[in-house]
């Protein structure tokens, strides 16, 4: 990643998938002095097989969770849009959410998930947020006609410069994460509620992470596929 690229907003569905995607990319962010912000969609308050827990407690559980999560990892602010779980939906209103707060921090790079991964089923939740996001950073944040009532907060177009997809079948982009593994999987650890074996899930994290390095030389590494906006 370019160094002027200081301002990095991720953009995910639900608590926890970040740290799932690019923990290891997030704390290596960090640790060069970006900003990275993250966007949560929903408060992720139907992921529990307990039979004692109820929504309302788990979106309060979840949310204590991804706070501890981000600080572990450097992330500067963590923003929650609070829709339900599994009640994501594409509308204008919910990309005008995005849009203003693209808006609001002007990212240089926004990640989000790969909406068009078809080599396994996705998630609604992944596949709508990630293509709000993508609508969102273009054309909807750049044109100034779109959500014309964010000038009334001073809240002018912005261009993003670059977006970085998660989980893509063809990635073009690597990060090394050999030296911020360990950070990736102590946030991942903060996600209690959703981890019932960590050791396990360590093993599963260190395995694809090294499969995804070796051919780019790299011990350990995260993918992405990268999409220049400007020009």
């Not at 690229?5 to 799932?20: G, L, V």
Request: net charge negative; hydrophobic share 40%.
């Amino acid at each position: 990643m370019e160094e002027t690229n200081k301002t990095i907003m991720i953009i995910t569905a639900h608590p926890d998938d970040a740290e799932f995607s690019c923990g290891g990319s997030v704390a290596r962010w960090a640790a060069e002095e970006r900003d990275v912000i993250y966007v949560i969609c929903t408060n992720g308050d139907k992921g529990s097989a307990d039979p004692n827990m109820t929504s309302e407690r788990l979106a309060q559980i979840r949310q204590e969770e991804q706070l501890g999560a981000a600080k572990t990892l450097g992330v500067k602010e963590v923003i929650f849009l609070g829709h339900p779980d599994g009640g994501l939906e594409d509308t204008p209103t919910f990309r005008g959410e995005l849009v203003r707060l693209i808006r609001k921090y002007r990212p240089d790079v926004v990640v989000t998930m790969d909406p068009w991964r078809r080599s396994f089923p996705m998630h609604r939740d992944h596949r709508i947020a990630a293509t709000a996001a993508l609508d969102a950073v273009f054309p909807y944040a750049r044109d100034r006609l779109h959500y014309p009532e964010h000038m009334a907060e001073g809240l002018s177009p912005h261009k993003v410069g670059e977006v970085h997809l998660t989980g893509a079948e063809n990635p073009d982009t690597f990060v090394d994460i050999s030296e911020t593994f360990s950070l990736k999987i102590a946030a991942l650890k903060c996600h209690q509620s959703q981890i019932s074996a960590i050791d396990e899930l360590e093993g599963r994290m260190r395995e694809m992470s090294a499969r995804i390095g070796e051919p780019q030389g790299l011990a350990l590494a995260e993918a992405f596929r990268r999409i220049q906006m400007r020009r």
